[in-house]
């Protein structure tokens, strides 16, 4: 298996990279982060990654994955939010492969925390089914059974009780309405219920910034399932993204 993988993570605001140590899940050496190019179209993001591998020399041998703030099936976005709507059914193997010479592996940015999570962080050593719930402006899923990725879950988008789940129960929401912890746990007691009740998971891991916080809204949870707060934060699409696109290299070879 390779030692060292590239991450990239694009996000709306900014494009970050960083080689990854496989053994430890840290940084080999620097982050670096380039500003999201306005409009944020394929070329432009894929010329922004050209330059991130450029300046942290990223060997032709190196795996490099790249997370995307949006779904990626067999290799195309199918639609996307945070970025040029010119994405939509955009196949990121070919551009890349055209913009940067080499082949790379896409996922969604949600997938790659979860994977980077069961890899080196809160559910390392976990048997079974994990969940990932990334809180945000929305709720990003991941679902990884005994460390093998479902890809391309949308659980924030779950119809409760008439609702868009993420319209109610995301950090989000709770900002935006200015909810007490205590009134914010409700809405995440009838989310993450509804969520064991159809998958029986083993554990739940919630990321996100709010994550940082577990301590005041963790405790008001009723759940059968165990649920900790994640642990790699802003480093997880970096580091999933790395880690997966060396699974995938490992998978190729053998």
């Not at 020399?57 to 949006?70: N, R, Y």
């Not at 099936?73 to 492969?97: C, K, R, T």
């Not at 999570?117 to 990932?132: M, N, Q, R, S, T």
């Amino acid at each position: 298996m390779a030692q060292v993988a590239c991450g990239i993570d694009i996000g709306g605001s900014g494009v970050k990279s960083a080689l990854v140590d496989l053994e430890t899940g840290e940084f080999v050496g620097e982050r670096i982060r380039i500003e999201t190019p306005k409009p944020a179209t394929p070329d432009a993001v894929a010329e922004v990654c050209r330059q991130l591998l450029e300046r942290l020399e990223v060997g032709p041998e190196t795996p490099v994955g790249i997370a995307f703030p949006a779904p990626v099936i067999h290799g195309v976005v199918p639609f996307i939010a945070n970025l040029d709507p010119s994405w939509a059914g955009i196949n990121v193997n070919e551009l890349m492969e055209r913009h940067l010479g080499r082949r790379v592996v896409p996922l969604n940015d949600a997938d790659a925390a979860g994977i980077a999570e069961v890899a080196y962080g809160a559910a390392k050593g976990v048997d079974g089914l994990v969940i990932l719930t990334t809180q945000g402006t929305g709720i990003g899923s991941a679902v990884i059974m005994n460390g093998v990725l479902v890809p391309n879950t949308e659980l924030g988008h779950l119809e409760i009780d008439g609702y868009d789940a993420e319209k109610r129960a995301s950090s989000g929401q709770k900002t935006l309405q200015d909810l007490s912890w205590k009134k914010w746990a409700k809405r995440l007691q009838r989310y993450y219920s509804h969520v064991e009740m159809l998958f029986s998971p083993d554990l739940f891991v919630v990321g996100g910034g709010v994550s940082k916080n577990h301590e005041k809204f963790m405790p008001l949870l009723d759940l059968k399932t165990p649920m900790v707060p994640a642990k790699l934060f802003n480093t997880a699409g970096i580091v999933g993204a790395a880690s997966f696109a060396a699974q995938q290299a490992d998978s190729a070879e053998g």
